[in-house]
DNA sequence: CATATGACACTAT
DNA sequence: AATAGTGCCATAT
């Protein structure tokens, strides 16, 4: 199987996302500008989707601006069961109070 | 090179 | 507050 090489933004993504800290989440958006882009939050998640397979990918601690989980490709249901054991508190799909766990890449 | 798709965001209604 | 429409970026085909 050839494995496909990961693209500029897969790294810079990863490199974002790498730098949430347990217990923490963050947004694309937030995410987009961390890199550089930030208007590139579908191009984000389009890397993200990618990175599966990438080691210790905090992919699911990377959730909408509005406090939604978003998607994720595999069970977004997996990803609220993460974020619930990182702490956090997940209801119909929406982050509670994601906004006072939110990682602004300081 | 153009079209279609996608783990989004923002504004208007 | 919720839904719909439009915009933006990157990858795949």
Do not use: W
Not at 9 to 38: C, H, N
Not at 70 to 87: A, S, V, Y
Request: aromatic share 6%; net charge positive; charged share 25%.
């Amino acid at each position: 199987m050839a494995r496909e090489k990961p693209s500029q933004l897969q790294k810079d993504v990863f490199k974002a996302t790498a730098k949430i800290p347990r217990g923490k989440i963050s947004t694309y958006a937030l995410v987009a500008e961390a890199i550089g882009k930030p208007r590139a939050a579908r191009a984000v998640g389009n890397a993200l989707n990618k990175s599966s397979g990438m080691p210790s990918c905090p992919c699911h601690r990377v959730v909408k601006s509005d406090g939604s989980v978003g998607g994720f490709t595999g069970g977004t249901r997996r990803k609220i069961f993460l974020l619930r054991k990182e702490g956090l508190e997940i209801t119909s799909g929406n982050v509670s109070g994601f906004e006072n766990h939110l990682y602004k890449f300081r």
